[in-house]
Nanobody, 128 residues
Framework: HVQLVESGGGSVQAGGSLRLSCVASSSISGNKCVAWFRQAPGKEREGVAG???????SYADSVKGRFTISQDNARNAVYLQMNSLKFEDTATYYC???????????????????????WGQGTQVTVS
């Protein structure tokens, strides 16, 4: 059973930056997709960014040009660099992962939280 542990959340002023980290207890075989979802109070979970085994990335329109997802396979780690943060980025951020088989880790799966079987405990990001 793979465990995902997020870190790096915190409070920051609008325009600032944060870097979230997600470390997996073991690697995920197959066509691995690791993504970041977020959920603000009273809102649905939103897929933010995803990265596939081959390094291909996808982003929600709301974060394109501001957020960057990257991975370090040697460390079983995925990172989310968040720049130019806005008040509306305030949310709990979750690292998720799954072996998608033939599916691509694109915007379609970012719109489907149930496709991911592995979830971290979440880390809070607050932008004021």
């Amino acid at each position: 059973h793979v465990q995902l542990v997020e870190s790096g959340g915190g409070s920051v002023q609008a325009g600032g930056s944060l870097r979230l980290s997600c470390v997996a207890s073991s690697s995920i075989s197959g066509n691995k997709c690791v993504a970041w979802f977020r959920q603000a109070p009273g809102k649905e979970r939103e897929g933010v960014a995803g990265i596939e085994s081959d390094g291909s990335t996808s982003y929600a329109d709301s974060v394109k040009g501001r957020f960057t997802i990257s991975q370090d396979n040697a460390r079983n780690a995925v990172y989310l660099q968040m720049n130019s943060l806005k008040f509306e980025d305030t949310a709990t951020y979750y690292c998720v992962a799954e072996n998608l088989g033939a599916r691509r880790c694109g915007t379609e799966v970012l719109g489907s939280p149930p496709d991911f079987g592995y979830w971290g405990q979440g880390t809070q990001v607050t932008v004021s």
